[in-house]
């Protein structure tokens, strides 16, 4: 998709449906979104995303709902309520069919893995050294951001890492950079809940007041709203923050217990890959809570 009035529609589209997919769309509201027959869009729709638009909203209304059952305590009613299901037969047999297994099973096994691990925490050997889990509650301002999407798994860290390098090789062409550049990614999907073909990660860095950017292509820019954080660091390689994040979800409840909110994790890049030492790369954790 080279031109650039239909990479506009296209993206137009996809912000139309990130922002209404938990409420009804009828297919004259995707016509007059992207300004194609609704036939001729679902065709490339389904090309580019490999799923029809029906899909999609679908999935997304899924894979919100399990965010909800894993998170929170929100009763399975109203969550079906939440994303669109009028009737809680018709949400579980659904969620079943896409996930394996009830919500309410979802929700306890979950639960379960939750409780084990605290057990195990609570009981552990007193002369066993646990490191501890530091971090601190922040709210950041509100910041714009130009970035580049990658959609595939977060553990293909050679894929992302190339996204980078397109993402700093255009903004450098616009003379987007300076020593003071703050780089950013956003991590909008969990991994758990979405299938590898389907996790998005927005590369970013941050626009100053000075600087002027109008969108080309593949290249956005949006306004990340002022957001209460919990913020851990990460130490060493970017492929080894997987543990990092494991060990912040495994103690959430016991050592942090606070409500997440469902807004994209932030991931600060405070070295430069290039002539830092992995083990000496820092990484700014940043998880939305209420």
């Known amino acids: 998709m ?21 409420s009804t769309i009828k297919a004259e509201d995707i016509e007059e979104v992207s300004f194609y027959s609704y036939r001729n869009i679902n065709r490339i729709f389904l090309a580019l995303q490999h799923e029809t638009i029906g899909q999609f909203i679908k999935r997304r209304r899924l894979e919100k709902a399990a965010e909800y059952l894993k998170f929170s305590t929100v009763k399975i009613s109203d969550i079906a309520l939440e994303i669109g299901y009028g009737d809680i037969a018709a949400f579980s047999k659904s969620f079943k069919k896409h996930f394996g297994c009830n919500p309410s099973h979802f929700r306890n096994s979950f639960a379960l893995q939750q409780k084990i691990t605290n057990e195990i925490l609570k009981n552990k050997n007193p002369h066993e050294t646990t490191q501890e889990l530091n971090f601190k509650v922040e709210i950041l301002p509100s910041i714009k951001i130009v970035y580049l999407q990658y959609k595939g798994a977060y553990e293909n860290i050679k894929e992302i890492k190339k996204t980078w390098k397109k993402l700093l090789k255009y903004a450098c062409k616009k003379k987007l950079l300076s020593e003071k550049t703050i780089v950013l990614s956003e991590v909008l999907d969990d991994n758990e809940l979405s299938s590898s073909i389907h996790c998005r990660y927005n590369a970013g860095i941050i626009l100053n007041d000075n600087q002027i950017f109008k969108p080309e292509g593949l290249f956005l820019i949006k306004d990340i709203p002022s957001q209460k954080y919990a913020k ?59």
Do not use: A
């Open 2 to 22: 080279k031109n650039q009035t239909q990479l506009d529609r296209y993206t137009t589209l996809m912000e139309f449906l990130e922002k209404k997919f938990k």
């Open 232 to 290: 851990f660091i990460h130490k060493g390689s970017h492929e080894n923050c997987f543990k990092t994040y494991n060990q912040i979800y495994t103690r959430w409840m016991l050592d942090v217990g606070l409500e997440f909110d469902d807004k994209p994790i932030l991931e600060f890049y405070l070295n430069d890959d290039d002539t830092t030492p992995k083990e000496n790369l820092i990484t700014e954790i940043y998880i939305p809570i209420l």
